[in-house]
Each structure stands twice: as C-alpha cells, then as structure tokens.
C-alpha cells in the first residue's frame, strides 16, 4: 500500500511564498507522473500541476509563472514552490502519484490571509 504525506502549508500574508513536500513511502523513480490538486470550501477540486518521470512538468493556468513542481527521486519527494500568493490560493493542496491505481495524500491547508 502506498502511502503520501503532504507537509509544509501554513497561514502565510499576500505575496509570501510557501514549499510544500509529498513524501511517498515507496521508490518514486519510475512512477510516470507525480501532481497536486487544490480544493477550496464550496468549490470543485481543481489540478495545480504535474510532473512525469523525466521532470517535464505542466501546470493550470492559475499557476505558470508562480508555482514550480519538481521531484527528488533520491529522497522520494515531490514538491511544490508557490511564490506571489493571493487569497484565491487558499485551499487544501494534495498529492497524488499514478502507478497501477491512483494515490492521494490526506491533503495540507493552505491559507493566504493579511
């Protein structure tokens, strides 16, 4: 069974920066693709970017030019750099890795207030 665990969200002011990381409890390095997902109260799960096994990434509109997914195969840990937040960027941000099924981590809460 595998497991994800997202780490690293917080409360942060608008334009601050956050990390977060995606442990996964097994090796990643041939895992075919790697992303997260964001979902707000009221609002419908929505993707914020991927990551393949050969570090070509692609991100949701909302996300070019602010956030930056890569992955450590080494450490066995996907992460996501989101810089310039705005409160529209509050939500739970999960994790999740394709093999034979889909995974999901249990999610972390990030909130962009002033």
């Known amino acids: 069974q595998v497991q994800l665990v997202e780490s690293g969200g917080g409360l942060v002011q608008p334009g601050g920066f956050l990390r977060l990381s995606c442990a996964a409890s097994i090796a990643i390095f041939d895992i075919p693709v790697m992303g997260w997902y964001r979902q707000a109260p009221g609002q419908q799960r929505e993707f914020v970017a991927l990551v393949n096994d050969r570090g070509s990434s692609n991100y949701a509109d909302f996300a070019k030019g602010r956030f930056t997914v890569s992955r450590d195969n080494a450490k066995n840990t996907m992460y996501l750099q989101m810089n310039n937040l705005t409160l529209e960027d509050t939500a739970i941000y999960s994790c999740?890795?394709?093999?034979?099924?889909?995974?999901w981590g249990q999610g972390t809460q990030v909130t962009v207030s002033s």
């Open positions: 999740y890795l394709v093999t034979t099924r889909n995974y």
